[in-house]
């Protein structure tokens, strides 16, 4: 009996809970006190330019639980990119601290990164950065080969994620045969194969018509929902951040509740 992604996620991701209660446990924690799966306090992050220093974020706070669905808004150049660059152990911060699923990733090597968000994150791109000479289903596996998973596994899983995303008819296209939504809907296929925690979205419908992108987000509500998936959305579209279970705004180097 073959097991769906959605209950081979569920498994996967009750297994690391209760390693991570167990680890809370040894600390003389009680085990109900699950800590939040995003944890930053204090963070700064400084650029040297040739006009001098320039700020983008200043003590910069926030505490995502698992489960919730936030939405971050903001002007262009704000930060809200770099913010999650920084989420997913992709940048560093210059002060401050960054715990992802209780990882302090800010003190992890390039290669102890590159394992971390193999294993616990979910990128989805404004654009989605699938490889042209590739099928879609080849595509969607090429994070669980990158994790050295046996080829026949890994398409195994990756068809089963088209089919939960409705691209089963589609698996053996090639990204340039595929319209927009198709593509960006293979690329959320392809974050979510390795059934991680923290799904990080940046503008993942910025580039698509109106009634494509409220489909998109649609599939991101409903995947979201039944893989347990705790999930950040960079956007412009106030609309769809008001769906979130919380939206925020990122101003002046910080963040702050949506008016």
């Known amino acids: 009996m073959q097991t769906s992604p959605a209950a081979a996620a569920q498994a996967t991701r009750s297994a690391r809970e209760s390693e991570l209660r167990t680890q809370g446990q040894e600390q003389g924690r009680e085990e109900s006190a699950v800590p939040a799966l995003i944890q930053v306090s204090g963070l700064q992050k400084t650029y040297q330019t040739a006009r001098g220093t320039l700020t983008l974020f200043r003590d910069l706070n926030l505490q995502v639980e698992a489960g919730e669905m936030v ?49 616990e994150i979910g990128y989805v791109w404004q654009f989605h950065y699938l490889l042209p000479e590739f099928s879609a289903l080849e595509n969607v596996a090429m994070p669980l080969l990158a994790r050295g998973t046996a080829k026949r596994e890994a398409l195994a899983a990756a068809a089963k994620w088209l089919s939960e995303v409705g691209l089963a008819d589609r698996s053996d296209h090639r990204p340039g045969e595929l319209s927009g939504g198709e593509q960006q809907r293979v690329a959320l296929a392809r974050a979510l194969v390795n059934n991680p925690r923290l799904l990080l979205a940046d503008e993942p419908t910025g580039d698509l018509d109106e009634t494509t992108a ?45 008016a």
């Open 71 to 119: 939405a971050i808004v903001g002007q262009s150049g704000a930060g809200k990119s770099t913010l999650l660059h920084m989420l997913g152990a992709l940048d560093t911060p210059s002060a401050g601290t960054v715990y992802c699923a209780s990882t302090d990733v800010a003190k992890l090597s390039a290669r102890e990164a590159a394992v971390f968000r193999n294993r």
């Open 214 to 258: 409220g489909r998109v987000f649609d599939l991101i509500e409903r995947l979201h929902a039944s893989h347990g998936l705790t999930s950040i959305l960079v956007t412009h579209n106030l609309e769809l951040a008001g769906r979130c279970t919380r939206a925020l705004r990122l101003e002046s180097g910080r963040l702050g509740p949506l």
